[in-house]
């Protein structure tokens, strides 16, 4: 029998999806789960977006433009320009979601071989497009008690080596919730430019900042325009994972070039999606309001509750809607699968992602997990009073 | 200013696209263009994929699982046995779009360094993908004069080396048009099964087999379930191009664990192109009998009227919607440059895909172009009085 390939055997399998046999099991056994695994937010689609492709008149549907559709293009550069973006619309291809944006900038950017630094805890699936492209991840540890924010810049620059040909943040991030300050970007920026690095910065939870704090985007810094890639997706933005669409954005026309290589290759980003993406930028600004309002609420409520539970810390994110907790267990996947398999509260039990997906750097993150926000709040708090029980008689609890 | 990588500056361009600034300059200038350089069809898309993304009732778009919606796989395994194509839903992952099922297969079962045989001329976006994955294509030449048939077996044995970790072939194929018999997938099943090779077969256009001649899947053959790959989409199956709806199909279990990984990476392929591709599944029979009709009227024309023409040869192809002509010309890129830059009749003029693209072995194809018969009657009979015209005039004609 042919074998796959060492690739294929090392691609890292989801850390967030690993858990999934045990949770269909447990939902078998009648046990009800709250979900604060994975960033699939419980918000309704903007009707602007589904009701465009419910209103679509089209007799065949073809191809579009590799690049995506010129018309939302040209409306969506409008939208990076109210965030003080200054792109114009040929700066933009329209990927298949925020991930295939990711794949293509590595697989443009980056040769086999080539390194890449990245703050720790991460988005476990860039681990799977470095894999894909060859590309080897040096990860660089940010903490729990800075909550997570920028690394000493110290420490990215005892990692560079002749390999090192980018950098890679998300901001506002996930899994931590951190939003990285002007100052912080300022720091990354230098050293961008002093070893002439690309910055790969993957910005999808841009509308959920929180507390008047400002979103300052790579694309804001000045002067470093042919280094850096924003990547982008509508999935968060209007709860519209579905729709597979997301942008690769940058300034240098030799990356632009290079990317609709890529895009050309697989013909084009997905026809109905599109057409709802575009009409969702029409989207009220009361939308917006009104899901920052829920969120900030949740995670005020999620972020008290967890602090007040013994031996729990949980540093308060600025952005996005996750927060990673370090809790006294002696092993996060450990936990989060006895959670499934041997726990429940009155028949109820919660699902977590382990920490330990999010690191790159073996046997971190054992003693955290990463909360999704994700649910409406009578569920938030049952879910919080499960785990509240559950670290009461988890076997592997530490003092 | 950090430079993109050799990968992706050794990424070649689609051979199709490259062509496209010189049809917006020619359409500046008021030429009409008839385009038979794409496989994008004219055919309307079934009301059935159309009426149930109009009538989807979405409150929120949702993630699907990676490997598509369990309904369409189970209905779409359906399908397929409709074939004698044994397989059951755990066999199928969905994919966005036929150009993903070949990327991930590609990721799937080769290494960077290892070889893939190809017979060519082959879908120019094969070598994209095979860049992308750093497998090093093997070209196998098949020969106009026999209606590229499948090369003489012997002609792959002596491209395998200890690197050889595959077969790729197209069937019916793009950009010929050949179906290949049951006897010459016997010949590549002993071979693959002699060196124990994956055997990937991109089966795009079952539904466009004419004459009353036999479709043969690679996954008909026995005893080989574990070297089979089976690559499709949707795109032309029901027009729907732009749907972004594939599918990646193979009975190895450790294959089909390893593509979910790269699946899950990419999170899902778009949940409306899998509703409407569900939907389509329950197209009555008669639409495609009256595509098969009107594919069949439109490539008879076009052959016979090809091969009345001076110097010019077309054999006849008994799938898919193309053929290639060998053509009495130099060079095909600059003929085909010149046809929309230099030539109109009456204002018209024709675009064509120059057969080079669809070659790995540099130098071939060049008196050659691919013809794709997506247009109506009349408009290929116009596109036919241009080419005949064109060809009388060239200034690189060759006599």
């Not at 042919?2 to 055997?9: A, D, E, N, Q, R």
């Not at 293009?73 to 990927?95: C, Q, S, V």
């Not at 979601?97 to 900038?105: D, K, L, P, V, Y």
């Not at 951190?178 to 790969?200: A, G, H, N, P, T």
Request: some cysteine; charged content about 25%; proline content about 6%.
């Amino acid at each position: 029998m042919p074998l796959v390939s060492i690739k294929g055997k090392t691609m890292p399998a989801s850390p967030i999806r690993k858990l999934v046999p045990f949770a269909e099991t447990a939902k078998k056994e009648g046990k009800k789960i709250y979900h604060l695994n994975i960033g699939q937010p419980d918000i309704e689609t903007p009707s602007t977006l589904l009701d465009a492709v419910k209103n679509s008149n089209i007799k065949i549907l073809e191809y579009s433009h590799s690049a995506g559709i010129e018309s939302y293009r040209k409306k969506l550069a409008k939208y990076y320009n109210g965030f003080h973006i200054n792109i114009d619309w040929t700066d933009i291809m329209i990927t298949t979601g925020g991930s295939e944006a990711i794949e293509i900038a590595m697989m443009t950017c980056f040769n086999a071989g080539d390194e890449i630094i990245i703050p720790e805890p991460f988005y476990a699936n860039y681990n799977g497009f470095s894999c894909a492209a060859d590309v080897i991840v040096k990860p660089v540890k940010s903490t729990i008690e800075t909550g997570f924010s920028l690394p000493p810049i110290q420490e990215f620059e005892k990692l560079i080596t002749p390999k090192t040909k980018g950098i890679m943040i998300c901001n506002p991030g996930n899994p931590t919730g951190y939003l990285y300050s002007r100052q912080e970007l300022e720091l990354l920026k230098q050293l961008v430019l002093k070893y002439d690095l690309f910055l790969l910065s993957d910005e999808v939870y841009r509308e959920f900042c929180y507390d008047g704090k400002e979103y300052v985007s790579v694309m804001h810094l000045k002067d470093i325009d042919n280094n850096i890639i924003l990547l982008d997706s509508i999935s968060k933005r209007y709860s519209a994972c579905g729709a597979r669409i997301g942008a690769l954005i940058s300034k240098n026309k030799e990356v632009m070039i290079t990317a609709l290589k890529f895009a050309q290759a697989r013909l084009s980003p997905p026809t109905f999606g599109q057409i709802g993406a575009e009409a969702a930028l029409d989207t009220p600004k009361e939308y917006f309001d009104k899901v920052q309002k829920e969120y900030v609420e949740r995670r005020n409520f999620v972020i008290q509750t967890l602090n007040k539970m013994e031996g729990v810390f949980c540093p308060k994110p600025s952005g996005a809607f996750y927060c990673i907790a370090r809790l006294p267990i002696d092993n996060s996947d450990k936990f989060c699968q006895w959670l499934l398999e041997s726990f429940d509260f009155n028949g109820e039990t919660v699902m977590l992602a382990p920490a330990t997906g999010f690191y790159s750097t073996p046997g971190s993150g054992l003693n955290e997990v990463r909360l999704a926000y994700v649910l409406n709040k009578e569920s938030l708090q049952k879910a919080m009073v499960c785990l509240e029980n559950a670290l009461k008689v988890y076997p592997g609890r530490i003092k």
